[in-house]
């Protein structure tokens, strides 16, 4: 759910965390999520050209084969010496696959031009591990991609705790993850541990307690509170953005864009950030000054006619908030979600205020890890930016799991799936309103991510399986995402 400005800049890119990304067609350098599991049910067959097609590839990987003129036009550039070569040291070693076999295929949109890409995932078996490898087709069958991806099968009850442990103390040893994780089973936590410094400068380590930044996650606060209002008869989802803000700027965004569309990303509102934030940043002090200096543009597409993720779709739903309710986002949200799920440390006091427990942010700079204090807004928004710890974002799930702050009708339709999502994973995701719907694994969870520079966060709640993962990390993106992935990825199949 996208940032350090505390508000994701793009929620469609995600992250890399093998050394090979050889293409996916130069325009749209959308890069995956990097955990696949094989689907719950038997995948259907595949083309044995195709199978074969995957394993000549995985072959001239492994040996450092890699012919650039078989791959099209735009996936040259990407397919660099360098890269066959590291590739080839890396995947070289494990000698042949003694296995494989196909796991599943889907189609995605990219995000920048909306070609359609056929993804094509098969399971390849080494005698020390094993791997995903995915074969990505352009339109015309042309390689546009090639992934090889950690595998991560699904873990007995027993087996995930230990798992986790392992791979936490892996990535924090390597330097990779800074940050605390809250795992939950039927609403009481099973599993919570902190890891890494919260102040590098005064060796003050994170604990579970610590107040991280939680980037664009402050989304599923500010759509609990337009469902609880329009539960209560206030708002209407059909309405155009206008019936709430008469004195909106722009008419023909205010009378165009309804309350669903900038709940879903598909208003075409646009984002914030850019040359007039930064030149803004500390000015930007409360809603209203983001309509003053955003309000006069006009729409990037036409309303309802796709999904593109807008920050500032959700600054004017908080403005919407306090129109209805009379009261600033921030007591609206203190009142009416955080006291009665009881997150006391929770909320977006601004970023000069001294406040306790809260973590320094750290970003990747040349060749060291520095502060990201320049880049912070002035405070968080209703889009994004406030903090919060993994305690409250399970009291959070487990108010909204156990209806205290929306009845079940409401509690439902927040959290269902609206709108498809680019995505680059072997997960479908849909958006619904402030709230990410997809199936991991077989899995069925929802919830929402954050990330900036120098923090990184995930909710999930996944109600079937009985679990919920809350991951905070004080690094850049995707130190959290990547964990809550192996988490969700490895919990026991149904």
């Not at 890396?90 to 296995?99: E, I, K």
């Not at 579970?208 to 206030?234: C, D, E, H, P, Y």
């Not at 609206?418 to 995505?423: A, G, I, L, N």
């Not at 399986?465 to 919990?491: C, H, K, Q, R």
């Amino acid at each position: 759910m996208p940032i350090a400005l505390t508000v994701r800049r793009c929620v469609c890119v995600a992250f890399l965390s093998v050394a090979l990304f050889l293409s996916w067609a130069a325009s749209d350098r959308a890069i995956a999520q990097v955990r696949i599991t094989p689907t719950a049910h038997p995948a259907p067959a595949v083309d044995p050209k195709i199978e074969a097609r995957a394993k000549e590839w995985l072959w001239r990987l492994q040996t450092g084969r890699l012919d650039r003129s078989q791959l099209n036009a735009r996936s040259n550039a990407a397919a660099t010496p360098a890269l066959i070569k590291d590739a080839a040291a890396t995947y070289g070693p494990l000698g042949p696959a003694t296995a494989f076999s196909f796991l599943t295929s889907y189609t995605e949109v990219g995000p920048v031009t909306h070609a359609r890409y056929l993804f094509y995932s098969f399971l390849a078996t080494f005698r020390e591990r094993q791997s995903v490898f995915q074969l990505v087709l352009d339109g015309n069958g042309k390689i546009a991609g090639i992934f090889i991806l950690p595998y991560t099968p699904h873990l007995s009850a027993n087996r995930l705790l230990p798992a986790l442990r392992a791979e936490l103390l892996k990535d924090t040893n390597a330097g990779q993850f800074s940050g605390a994780v809250m795992v939950a089973k039927d609403g009481k936590a099973v599993f919570d541990r902190a890891y890494g410094l919260a102040d590098r400068g005064r060796r003050i380590p994170n604990t579970v307690g610590t107040r991280f930044r939680i980037g664009s996650m402050n989304k599923m606060f500010t759509a609990v509170a337009v469902l609880q209002l329009v539960q209560a008869g206030k708002i209407d989802l059909k309405a155009p953005l206008g019936t709430y803000l008469t004195a909106y700027p722009n008419k023909d965004v205010s009378s165009r864009v309804t309350i669903h569309q900038l709940l879903t990303h598909t208003g075409g509102t646009g984002d914030i950030f850019g040359p007039e934030f930064d030149a803004h940043r500390l000015q930007l002090r409360t809603l209203d000054d983001y309509v003053n200096l955003y309000g006069k543009r006009g729409l990037a597409f036409k309303p309802g006619s796709r999904y593109e993720y807008s920050n500032y779709g959700y600054i004017l739903l908080g403005v919407v908030i306090e129109k209805v309710s009379g009261q600033s986002y921030y007591d609206y949200v203190r009142e009416h979600i955080y006291d009665p799920a009881g997150m006391t440390s929770t909320g977006s006091e601004a970023e000069d205020q001294m406040l306790a427990g809260r973590s320094v942010g750290y970003t990747a700079g040349k060749g060291t890890l520095v502060a990201n204090t320049d880049t912070l807004p002035y405070r968080g928004t209703s889009a994004g930016g406030g903090y919060s710890t993994v305690d409250d974002l399970l009291r959070f799930a487990n108010a909204l799991e156990y209806d205290k702050l929306l009845d079940a009708l409401h509690t439902q339709l927040l959290t269902t799936g609206k709108v498809s999502v680019p995505s680059t994973s072997d997960n479908p995701r849909h958006y619904a309103y402030g709230f990410m719907d997809q199936e991991i694994g077989g899995t069925r969870c929802f919830g929402h991510d954050g990330g900036a520079p120098g923090m990184n966060g995930d909710l999930e709640i996944c109600p079937a399986a009985g679990y919920v993962i809350a991951v905070l990390a004080n690094m850049d993106p995707p130190a959290a995402e990547l964990i809550s992935g192996f988490i969700t990825n490895s919990l026991p199949s149904r």
